[in-house]
């Protein structure tokens, strides 16, 4: 799990599950990989996976080459959090 921003407003993180299909041959297991993003103003959290999570990553991507402001990333974090439904519970 890496934390890739958090700002008052949200956080998001990166995790990457290992493969856990046991009974697939060793090479074909895929690892997965998604994106929580936690939006701190309304309690709530979304997981983004399969084609939510490879868009966000060409998110990702194009701010490595373009480096955005703030207020950018936060406009396209709070379009994807729009998605949330899940209520942030805290362990």
């Known amino acids: ?30 690892a997965r990989h998604g994106f929580e993003i936690v939006d701190k103003r309304a309690g709530k959290e979304v997981y983004l996976d399969g084609s ?3 868009l966000f990553q060409q998110h990702l ?14 406009a396209t974090l709070e379009r994807f959090a729009g998605l949330a439904q899940q209520p942030l519970v805290l362990h």
């Open 1 to 30: 799990m890496n934390t890739l921003y958090d700002s008052e407003f949200f956080a998001v993180v990166h995790l990457l599950t290992p493969p856990q299909d046991a009974t697939a041959p060793e090479g074909l297991q895929l």
């Open 52 to 54: 939510w999570a490879a």
């Open 61 to 74: 991507s194009a701010w490595q080459e373009k480096a955005p402001t703030q207020d950018e990333v936060e």
